[in-house]
């Protein structure tokens, strides 16, 4: 079975201060590919980033940094000098490939609130 | 390029009574994945189409269905309104099963809501 895990539900932060959004994963599949999503008000799931299981390399994207530890079974995520634009829920995903491809399993998201 | 498209955006319906909602995926895009999204559940994965045929089935009860045309867009169908169907309906397209290198592209979803 997987299971992705956010065990943060809510985040409130000041303008310009770094937040990380933790995401634990469990899967069987030594090959798989982990997302993050953003979830503003308008419903629509926005893709920030994916990552397969074999490429451990931290990514940076602007504002945001990505840590990948399999030894941890983590995949986190951190906005440098939030803004208020980041307010949303974010969602963590994983999608297993030994079996072929599998749908998304979500965790329950984290809701970051950034303040003025 | 146009992004997926869900119609109705949102959507009452009355207990007992069926509704079937609307996916145009992005042109080119031959899979669409549909979820449910609810505060107490999160999002649950539904079923995934490609090529007109289901390709992967969550686990849902019998009421729930779906199916896709030939120019990719997808319907789904619920049947025997409950209350607990209240929920936000996604659409995610993807130029192949699984999600290509970009993940799914998701739509703005249908927010149904059952009275």
């Known amino acids: 079975a997987q299971k992705v895990t956010q065990a943060q539900t809510e985040i409130s932060v000041v303008e310009k201060e770094d937040v990380t959004l933790d995401c634990v994963y469990e899967t069987r599949d030594t090959t798989y590919y982990l997302f993050w999503y953003k979830q503003p008000p308008s419903g629509e799931l926005v893709f920030l980033i994916r990552r397969n299981s074999f490429d451990e390399q931290n990514e940076i994207s602007g504002r945001y940094s990505w840590n990948f530890q399999k030894s941890t079974s983590s995949f986190n995520f951190t906005i440098t000098a939030s803004q208020v634009v980041d307010s949303a829920v974010y969602f963590c995903a994983l999608s297993g490939r030994n079996s072929g491809n599998t749908p998304l399993v979500f965790g329950k998201g984290t809701r970051l609130s950034v303040i003025a | ?115």
């Not at chain 2, 509704?19 to 549909?34: M, N």
């Open chain 2, 1 to 115: 390029k146009a992004g997926v498209t869900q119609t109705p955006r949102y959507l009452i319906k009355t207990r007992g009574q069926q509704v079937t909602l609307s996916c145009s995926p992005i042109s080119g895009h031959r899979s669409v994945s549909w979820y449910q999204q609810t505060p107490g559940q999160g999002l649950q994965f539904l079923f995934e189409y490609f090529s007109e045929t289901q390709r992967n089935k969550g686990n849902f009860p019998g009421r729930f269905s779906g199916r896709q045309f030939s120019n990719s867009r997808s319907e789904m169908n619920v049947s025997t309104l409950e209350l607990g169907d209240s929920a936000l309906y996604l659409c995610a397209s993807s130029t192949r099963t699984g999600g290509n290198n970009y993940g799914y592209t998701f739509g703005s979803g249908t927010r149904l809501t059952v009275v």
